[in-house]
């Protein structure tokens, strides 16, 4: 028996997203043939937890509001660094060393991510009470 090339194991990865978007194609296609589309004066209200929308939708926000989301964004993604390192710390090595390494590793960069935090902290950004604009 001949062994078929190696691009063959990818077949049943294929059959399955073909199938995947053919369904979910399927359905949506399904639903916007079958579905009723009466488009009355309640359906195109707009609804806020039963609350009238009050202003413009497309108001500005400050920048302050995207610089915390993306800090916090950042200092998630740091302090889900540390939860591997925490779960091997006591698995390295303390022969050799690799224990004392990985502790001052560690080290090292919480010192970064201090820094970060206090050079954001006397720029100014987490402090919402005054009207710089400066950063």
């Known amino acids: 028996?001949?062994?078929?090339?190696?691009?063959?194991?990818?077949?049943?990865?294929?059959?399955?997203?073909?199938?995947?978007?053919?369904?979910?194609?399927?359905?949506?296609?399904?639903?916007?043939?079958?579905g009723r589309h009466r488009n009355t004066k309640t359906k195109l209200a707009a609804y806020e937890c039963g609350v009238p929308a009050e202003g413009d939708a497309r108001g500005r926000f400050s920048v302050r509001f995207y610089m915390v989301a993306m800090l916090f964004i950042l200092f998630d993604v740091e302090a889900v660094f540390m939860f591997p390192w925490a779960i091997i710390y006591r698995k390295l090595p303390a022969i050799t060393g690799w224990r004392l390494f990985g502790f001052w590793e560690m080290v090292v960069y919480l010192g970064f991510l201090l820094v970060g935090f206090f050079y954001i902290w006397k720029k100014g950004v987490l402090d919402w009470a005054s009207d710089k604009s400066d950063f």
């Open 1 to 34: 028996m001949q062994p078929h090339p190696y691009s063959w194991n990818y077949i049943p990865l294929l059959l399955q997203i073909i199938a995947a978007v053919g369904l979910s194609a399927g359905i949506a296609l399904i639903s916007w043939f079958i």
